[in-house]
Nanobody, 124 residues
Framework: QVQLVESGGGLAQAGGSLRLSCAVS????????MAWFRQAPGLEREFVAA????????YYTDSAKGRFTVSRDNAKNTIYLQMNSLKPEDTAVYYC?????????????????WGQGTQVTVSS
C-alpha cells in the first residue's frame, strides 16, 4: 500500500519560511519522480514544483521560482519543499504526489499517488 504523509504546514507571516516534508512508503522511492501541488479555495490545483528521480533536475511554477526549493533524500524516502519569502497568495493546501510509474518528472498526468495534504496559511 502506497502512503504519502505530509508534515510541516502551519501559519506563517508574510516574508517568513516553512519547510514541508513528505514521507513515502509502499513504492521504490528512488525510481519515481515526485512533486508538490497546491490548491487554494475556489481555485484549480496548481503544479508547484517537481523533482526527478535522482534529484538532479527540478521544476518550479513561475510564482515559486527563487523562493521555493524542492529536494529529496532517497535514503529516507522523503521529499521536501523549502518555502521562503512567503506571500499571502501562497496560502493553500499543499499535497505531495508520486508518479505511478517511471515517467518524465514534468508529466503531471502520471502523478497518481497523493498525500492527505497539509495546510499552509500566510498572513499579511
Amino acid at each position: 500500500q502506497v502512503q504519502l504523509v505530509e508534515s510541516g504546514g502551519g501559519l506563517a507571516q508574510a516574508g517568513g519560511s516553512l519547510r514541508l516534508s513528505c514521507a513515502v512508503s509502499g513504492l521504490t522511492f528512488s525510481t519515481r519522480a515526485m512533486a508538490w501541488f497546491r490548491q487554494a479555495p475556489g481555485l484549480e490545483r496548481e503544479f508547484v514544483a517537481a523533482i526527478n528521480r535522482n534529484g538532479g533536475n527540478a521544476y518550479y511554477t513561475d510564482s515559486a521560482k527563487g523562493r521555493f526549493t524542492v529536494s529529496r533524500d532517497n535514503a529516507k524516502n522523503t521529499i521536501y519543499l523549502q518555502m521562503n519569502s512567503l506571500k499571502p497568495e501562497d496560502t493553500a493546501v499543499y499535497y505531495c504526489a508520486a508518479q505511478r510509474r517511471y515517467s518524465d518528472y514534468l508529466n503531471q498526468e502520471e502523478y497518481s499517488y497523493w498525500g492527505q495534504g497539509t495546510q499552509v496559511t500566510v498572513s499579511s
